[in-house]
């Protein structure tokens, strides 16, 4: 069945990088956009861009722009998101989440990983 | 950008209908077709229950429906049932990003 597997959480001083995998099963993975999704605890969903992993091309939110980085490995269907500088505020689960079409929606989504930043 | 506007909370009996608004500008839901809605259980990832305002994907049951008029879109949940209790949350396209509402909490009373 079509699946998103994300690794496993991670604990995270400020000031360090965390770069979260998601592995994609079931249907043809260079054939929809990959998007990547926070919540941070008790928030809703922010957004963090898109890589679209055919090309290697993104788009990254204003807000994480200089900070975040989505790359792709076609070899083994899968994502990364790494997200450098990390903040106490950068505490949240990060979800990988399939375009259904480009713009569309999101209709797969990893279980999430959860990122805690602690000094 | 701002997050999109939804009320906090909504309830209602089983067997009601009851409707989710969520607001925003001529920029984002007001501009684009590309309106979604997503259920959210705890500690569970969100789930995709309407696209492009209206469309359910495979799976999800008729009772859940959506419109927009203007910068405002909604869903409406009829026959409320005991398992459509949990967080819902709209989303948009914009020419840039895809932005999120701020949720509602569904509690079926």
């Known amino acids: 069945q079509v699946q998103l597997v994300q690794s496993g959480a991670e604990v995270k001083t400020p000031g360090a990088s965390v770069k979260v995998s998601c592995q994609a099963s079931?249907?043809?993975?260079?054939?929809?956009?990959m998007n990547w999704v926070r919540q941070a605890p008790g928030q809703g969903p922010e957004w963090l861009g898109w890589i679209n992993p055919n090309t290697g091309g993104t788009n990254y939110a204003q807000k994480f722009q200089g900070r975040v980085t989505m790359t792709r490995d076609t070899s083994i269907n899968t994502a990364y998101m790494e997200l450098s500088r990390l903040k106490s505020d950068d505490t949240a689960v990060y979800y990988c989440a399939r375009e259904r079409t480009h713009y569309s929606a999101l209709d797969i989504w990893g279980q999430g990983t959860m990122v805690t930043v602690s000094s | 950008q701002s997050a999109l506007t939804q009320p906090a909370s909504v309830s209602g009996s089983p067997g009601q209908s009851i409707t989710i608004s969520c607001t925003g500008t001529?920029?984002?839901?007001?501009?684009?077709?590309?309106v979604s809605w997503y259920q959210q259980h705890p500690d569970k990832a969100p789930k995709l229950m309407i696209y492009e305002v209206s469309n359910r994907p495979s799976g999800v049951s008729n009772r859940f429906s959506g419109s927009k008029s203007g910068n405002t879109a909604s869903l409406t949940i009829s026959g409320l049932q005991a398992e459509d209790e949990g967080d819902y949350y709209c989303s948009s396209y914009t020419s840039t990003s895809t932005l999120f509402g701020t949720g509602t909490k569904v509690t079926v009373l």
């Open positions: 001529s920029s984002d839901v007001g501009a684009y077709k590309y």
């Open positions: 079931g249907y043809t993975f260079t054939g929809s956009y």
